[in-house]
């Protein structure tokens, strides 16, 4: 397994957040953190990320502890993609080299220049690597920022819903890209995301908190209909469309 998580407890003040989460991602994986909004997703991330520190757990990446590294360390292991991000005057080109600054000495060398010359051709943005992000559409900002981890050279992405605000033919689009990402690069992925039809069509395991605890953790064949109910509160059901699983309220 690339990433090996257990136990990992987080409270705010007195109240309870994440209770005991853990679970295992191995190579070429992609995992979806499901449940309702305010059930811990986003701070689950953030405490692998090292944005906050849990209270108790760990989170192995290639069998070195997370939750215990300085954040430098942690930004040269793991890529985040965070569900919101800051406005910005620099350029494409220019925001994505941000993501070197993990491995960067005094100044900018050749090598990281070459770093962000592919992670551009691989998002197909190279034809706009001098164009302000704040220009951009939606979809390609959210490339953009995806661009600005991958250029981290990191062993797993951590995505906060990454197709938040955006139409469907983007949100394919940049989940695609993920599942391109994660399998021509032997990394894995953690995806924070709220829908269901999108994880199951490119997710293979998909983990549901509720009640501040891993409610189930299962791989795609194993999903059931009973599950996501219990969840959402809302009765499903699973079916077959164009040769897909799909999710159906009823």
């Known amino acids: 397994m690339i990433l090996d998580v257990s136990g990992v407890r987080f409270r705010y003040n007195s109240h309870p957040v994440l209770d005991r989460i853990g679970f295992a991602v191995g190579k070429s994986e992609i995992l ?13 991330l953030k405490c692998l990320n090292g944005v906050i520190r849990p209270q108790a757990g760990s989170a192995l990446l290639d069998g070195e502890d997370l939750l215990r590294m300085e954040p430098p360390a942690v930004a040269r292991r793991v890529g985040y993609v965070p ?12 925001a994505v080299l941000l993501g070197r600054m993990p491995h960067m000495g005094w100044r900018v060398d050749e090598a990281d220049h ?9 998002m197909g943005l190279s034809h706009m690597a001098l164009r302000p992000v704040r220009d951009l559409s939606g979809g390609e900002a959210q490339k953009v920022v995806i661009a600005r981890a991958l250029a981290q050279s990191p062993r797993i992405l951590l995505l906060d819903e990454p ?9 394919l689009e940049v989940m695609g890209l993920i599942r391109e990402i994660v399998d021509d690069n ?8 709220h829908d269901l039809n999108l994880a199951l069509r490119f997710a293979d395991l998909f ?4 009640d501040h605890q891993v409610y189930s953790l299962v791989r795609k064949a194993d999903l059931k209909a ?4 219990a969840v959402y509160g809302v009765p499903v059901v699973l079916g077959e469309m164009a040769g897909r699983t799909v999710v159906v309220p009823v």
């Open 163 to 171: 197709t938040s605000n955006l139409d469907l033919k983007n949100q």
């Open 186 to 193: 032997g990394l894995s992925a953690v995806i924070a995301i």
């Open 83 to 94: 569900q919101r991000h800051a406005d910005t005057r620099l350029n494409v080109y220019e």
């Open 114 to 122: 070459r770093q962000v010359e592919t992670v551009l051709r691989r």
């Open 226 to 229: 009973g599950t996501i109910a």
């Open 207 to 210: 983990l549901f908190i509720k």
């Open 32 to 44: 979806a953190v499901l449940g309702v909004n305010g059930a811990g997703k986003s701070t689950l």
